[in-house]
Structures are given as structure tokens and as C-alpha cells.
Antibody, heavy 129, light 108 residues
């Protein structure tokens, strides 16, 4: 059974870069059937899709980001560690949120194609000096 | 961007009752690419329904989804105490995924 676990600093200074890692256990990140995704939820607000990375053979590392923050976001993958990461630069208090990683099914032969079937529990990141 | 609006914000019901949760979209969602999730504090969100009406693996049949276009519903028939949670909808019909604000279901 695949599980995802977010990790990283809980406190980041304003204007610095927020860096989080999602470790995938119980399955390979390189299966080619999933988008590995980051989502966040500021306190009292709804969920916001940040972006995703895809890896499979020759298309390893292809990304897509939310236009609202794409100038500050980088999502990358380390298949040797079965991890994918989020870097968000020039953070402000508005980036304070619970950050989740999730797996989105992109293989149309699998059930629940298109939906996110596995999530991490989330990690809280506060931007403050 | 497709904006999803969920109502009500909070639903307080007794065990055994039926819960009806709504999710409205600002634009029609193609191919009924809408999912529902259950989220309990401290736990990972759990996929309940995909393609608007298909139950995910292992989900009890008291959870059902319906709708198309811009109006979608999650129904929980025969509420159990463990159904206390926040439920949110999400559309995946466009490359920019979006989520509803959530409905909190409280069990009296």
C-alpha cells in the first residue's frame, strides 16, 4: 500500500525559499502512471493546487504549475530516493499553509483515472521572522 | 479557472440520518471529472468518489455521488459516527485543478 510523507522545516523566514520533500513508500515513483502533486491549504481557506511532476522513462521530470504562483515554484523528482520536492521562493506570510503531497492517477486503464487516490497527512509551514 | 462552491458550510445531523452535500461549478465540468474526498483532522484526505458517481475502492456504499455539468451532490445515507469529517469536492476536467471550500459534517 503506497504511502506519502511530507517533510521539511515548519518555519521559514520571509523572502526565503520554502523547501519540502515528499517520500513515497510502498511503490515506485517511476511507474509512469501518476502525477506527483503538491497542494496547500492556508488556514481558514480552501485547498489550492500548486503543481505536479511526472516521471517515466524519457519524460522524467515534466512539470505543470498553477499560473498564480508558477514564477516562484519548482517541483522536482529524485527517483533514486523515491522522493519528489517542492521549492517555493520569495515566500511571504500568504504562503503560510498546510502543504500536502498527493498522487494523481494519469493512466486511463486504472480505476479513478484523473483523481488523487493517495495523499500525505500534510505538514504545516509558517512564514514568519 | 473553474470555481467550486460547496454548501452548506456545516451540516449537523444525527446517526442514521441522510446527509446531502452540494458542489456547484462556475463552468460545466467536462466528462463529469469531479471527485469527492473525506478529510479528518490529522489524517490524509481519502478519495470517496471519482467521475462524479463512482465509488473508490473500499468505500462503503452509503456514500454515493451524482450530478453533471455544474451541479454535483454527495449523499451519505445512514450516517455513522465515524463519518464526522470535512468533505470537499475537486474538479479535474481542466489542467488547473480546483477544489471546493468544504462542508463540515458533524454527528450529533
Amino acid at each position: 500500500q503506497v504511502q506519502l510523507q511530507e517533510s521539511g522545516p515548519g518555519l521559514v523566514n520571509p523572502s526565503q525559499t520554502l523547501s519540502l520533500t515528499c517520500t513515497v513508500s510502498g511503490g515506485s515513483i517511476n511507474s509512469g502512471s501518476y502525477y506527483w502533486t503538491w497542494i496547500r491549504q492556508p488556514a481558514g481557506r480552501g485547498l489550492e493546487w500548486i503543481g505536479r511532476v511526472y516521471t517515466s522513462g524519457s519524460t522524467s521530470g515534466s512539470t505543470n504549475y498553477n499560473p498564480s504562483i508558477q514564477s516562484r515554484v519548482t517541483i522536482s523528482v529524485d527517483t533514486s530516493k523515491n522522493q519528489f520536492s517542492l521549492n517555493l521562493s520569495s515566500v511571504t506570510a500568504a504562503d503560510t499553509a498546510v502543504y500536502y503531497c498527493a498522487r494523481r492517477i494519469v493512466d486511463p486503464s486504472l480505476p479513478a483515472f484523473g483523481a488523487m487516490d493517495v495523499w500525505g497527512r500534510g505538514t504545516t509551514v509558517t512564514v514568519s521572522s | 479557472e473553474i470555481v467550486l462552491t460547496q454548501s452548506p458550510a456545516t451540516l449537523s445531523l444525527s446517526p442514521g440520518e441522510r446527509a446531502t452535500l452540494s458542489c456547484g461549478a462556475s463552468h460545466s465540468i467536462s466528462s463529469t471529472y469531479l471527485a469527492w474526498y473525506q478529510h479528518k483532522p490529522g489524517l490524509a484526505p481519502r478519495l470517496l468518489i471519482y467521475d462524479a458517481s463512482r465509488r473508490a475502492a473500499g468505500i462503503p456504499d452509503r456514500f454515493s455521488g451524482s450530478g453533471s455539468g455544474t451541479d454535483f451532490t454527495l449523499t451519505i445515507s445512514g450516517l455513522e459516527p465515524e463519518d464526522s469529517a470535512v468533505y470537499f469536492c475537486q474538479q479535474y476536467g481542466t489542467s488547473l485543478l480546483t477544489f471546493g471550500g468544504g462542508t463540515k459534517v458533524e454527528i450529533k
